[in-house]
């Protein structure tokens, strides 16, 4: 903990730039160090230590002081109890769901999730470990109610869901977990903890890929769970100290660094993202656009109660163009560069073709293949005039 400590009595701005730094005790320095070291001195008589302890200065696989820094910083954005930060957001969803569950649990999760959790729950701990699981789609309510069985003990939802940007009610969902005994986490990538902050609206954890806008640079990679202490401290040992999965001091040093625009560069992401999407609805080339923030969204009010000040980076959009015509159109891009990831300062696109095998989890429109759009903090201008050029040289405008 920072001898300095910054409560909610300061705004998300202020938390994003001061919590978890503090003036370096041994130099004076204004901003902590990086410590790449991977083992801390033992005390006089270390025939009593746990080993496998997650909480003093051991060895950097039981956690690190930039780790520990980061972590400070994360819970309070998220308005949690306590945080733990892995070295990616994979790390964070499996360390999460390998902790909380064990055979004979039910897990419930949203039809549109990141490609990992459909593989780790769909695929991994049902038939490793006889976890049964149910796919459901998470923005009906309805649908939630019905599948729940009495070994249910996770509900894991997106919002808004990647990449059909699909958004799920987590006030109502986290009502029918808890009337049923069971927990809810949220994974809050797409949104940030300056969109969103599932904890308040009732989820027991936020999970995170740091990689994306908390971090913002596209230059590391991170993840965190988020939740009371109780859970964290049994997913600190077991997904950390026993699996593994501990983030690395320097990409944890550099996560720290971006964390501090945060706020700033969600408010271009979000005033970007809606222009675009609002751009690319009036164009004649352009086949479907997914975007919480458009009226026309299916889960825009949903949107509107849960998500403040806006709604996010993220986008999807088709053409009204055969396969090949998706990837001119992405060859010609000037501005946007073709990757994967998202929340970037950089706008990203990335073809989503029509022979994704979860396909048919997904709306209709989605099904001839689709952009997922990380809109990024350039001038807008830019980003618009890119897309424009770019649907003229292939004949669409
Ligand atoms: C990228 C992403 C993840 C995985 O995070 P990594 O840091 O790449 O492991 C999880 N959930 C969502 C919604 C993502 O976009």
């Excluded at 499996?94 to 769909?122: E, M, Q």
């Excluded at 998202?342 to 029509?354: C, K, P, R, T």
Aim: charged content about 20%; overall charge negative; glycine content about 8%.
């Amino acid at each position: 903990m920072s001898k300095r400590t910054y409560g909610n009595e300061f705004g998300f701005q202020t938390r994003a730039v001061h919590t978890g730094n503090d003036v370096d005790a041994e130099t004076g320095a204004i901003k902590r160090p990086i410590t790449m070291a991977n083992s801390y001195e033992l005390p006089y008589d270390p025939t009593d230590m746990n080993w496998s302890s997650a909480d003093g200065n051991l060895y950097t696989r039981n956690g690190g002081s930039n780790q520990k820094y980061l972590q400070e910083k994360i819970a309070s954005l998220e308005g949690g109890e306590d945080c733990v930060v892995l070295s990616s957001g994979v790390a964070a969803l499996s360390g999460l769901f390998f902790s909380l569950l064990k055979s004979g649990d039910h897990v419930i999760f949203s039809s549109v999730t990141y490609i990992a959790v459909y593989r780790l729950l769909n695929e991994l701990f049902n038939n490793k470990f006889n976890v049964e699981t149910t796919i459901v789609d998470t923005s009906d309510l309805d649908a939630v109610r019905k599948v729940i069985q009495p070994n249910t003990k996770l509900i894991h939802i997106e919002t808004p869901g990647n990449p059909t940007l699909t958004i799920s009610d987590i006030k109502a969902i986290a009502e029918i977990a808890h009337e049923n005994g069971a927990l809810l986490s949220v994974d809050n990538t797409f949104a940030s903890p300056f969109n969103q902050i599932p904890i308040e609206l009732g989820a027991d954890f936020a999970v995170e890929s740091l990689t994306k806008y908390i971090n913002g640079h596209g230059d590391a990679m991170g993840g965190a769970i988020i939740g009371k202490k109780e859970y964290l401290d049994i997913i600190r040992a077991q997904a950390q100290v026993n699996l593994g999965g501990a983030i690395s001091p320097f990409n944890a040093w550099l996560i720290m660094r971006g964390s501090v625009t945060l706020p700033l560069r969600m408010k271009q992401h979000n005033d970007n993202a809606l222009k675009v999407a609002k751009w690319l609805e009036k164009q004649d080339g352009v086949s479907f656009v997914a975007y919480p923030g458009l009226e026309s969204h299916k889960g825009h009010e949903t949107a509107k109660k849960q998500m403040s000040p806006g709604f996010g980076g993220v986008l999807s959009f088709g053409l009204k163009a055969d396969h090949d015509t998706h990837n001119k159109f992405v060859q010609n891009l000037r501005v946007i560069t073709s990757a994967v990831s998202l929340g970037h300062d950089a706008s990203l696109i990335v073809f989503l073709g029509e022979d994704d095998e979860r396909q048919y989890l997904y709306p209709e429109e989605f099904h001839n293949g689709f952009f997922r759009f990380s809109v990024g903090i350039e001038d807008t201008d830019d980003i618009i005039n890119d897309l424009k050029q770019s649907l003229e040289k292939v004949g669409l405008l």
